[in-house]
């Protein structure tokens, strides 16, 4: 399985000949979601949802499909019947040749007097590869074993300390930044440093464009 890294929170899955994207948002490069056959979104805030970006990577491809929550798939259903599934905590599906566990109800608390939305996450397995944990906007903990860890480094909603906790908590194999967006290069060495020292796992990073071989 190939991994590749966009901008900020979205992904990119290969395998087999068949892409699968995630969150492919207003932070990420405007063809994130071209060449995919699967699309899948964490949540409705517009550094994960791009409607725009969607809509271009939906009709790029007549065979694409959508996974997503229901305040995601009521701006598409529309325009692409039969193509955008809505999802929830607990189901389970096959997308682009991979299967796909949903995990998580709601986003983290970015403060008391903003309300909650919901979030997904999406435990993506590639066979011999593993599993990999997309958690989009919270620190969700899956029932079942994480080998690579898309970790949220940085956000409006969490600390530092956190991170390390989540990643803890979860035992991936390796854990790959992303949530990157509003992080400055000079603020880098100090998490790679502090997650990569105190989280229990291999830290990783890759820059947006480039790949991993999972």
């Known amino acids: 399985m190939k991994l590749t890294k966009n901008s ?55 065979g694409a499909q959508i996974w997503t929550l229901k305040s995601v798939a009521e701006h598409l259903t529309a325009a692409f019947p039969g ?13 682009a040749g991979f299967d796909v566990q949903v995990h998580g109800e709601l986003h983290a608390v970015i ?13 993506v397995k590639g066979d011999d590869a593993g599993t990999v944990f997309h958690p989009g906007d ?15 480094v940085h956000a409006p909603w969490n600390k530092i300390s956190e991170v390390i906790d989540y990643v803890r908590e979860v035992k991936p ?25 105190l989280g229990g796992t291999e830290h990783l990073r890759l820059a947006p464009g480039t790949s991993a071989q999972l």
């Not at 990420?28 to 517009?46: F, M, N, R, W």
């Open 8 to 62: 900020h929170a979205c992904v990119r899955l290969e395998k087999d000949g068949r892409t699968l994207v995630i969150d492919p948002g207003g932070f990420s490069e405007q063809d994130a979601a071209l060449g995919a056959d699967a699309i899948l979104v964490t949540h409705e805030h517009p550094d994960h949802f791009d409607e725009a970006r969607l809509r271009a990577g939906m009709e790029a491809n007549p």
């Open 83 to 95: 193509r955008v599934h809505t999802v929830g905590h607990g189901d389970t599906f096959t997308a």
């Open 111 to 123: 403060h008391p007097d903003i309300p909650r939305i919901t979030n997904v996450g999406y435990l």
């Open 138 to 152: 919270a620190l969700t903990v899956p029932d079942h074993p994480v080998e690579t860890l898309m970790l949220p």
């Open 173 to 197: 194999r390796r854990a790959y930044d992303i949530h990157d967006a509003l992080l400055t290069d000079l603020a880098r060495p100090i998490y790679d440093r502090q997650i990569g020292g």
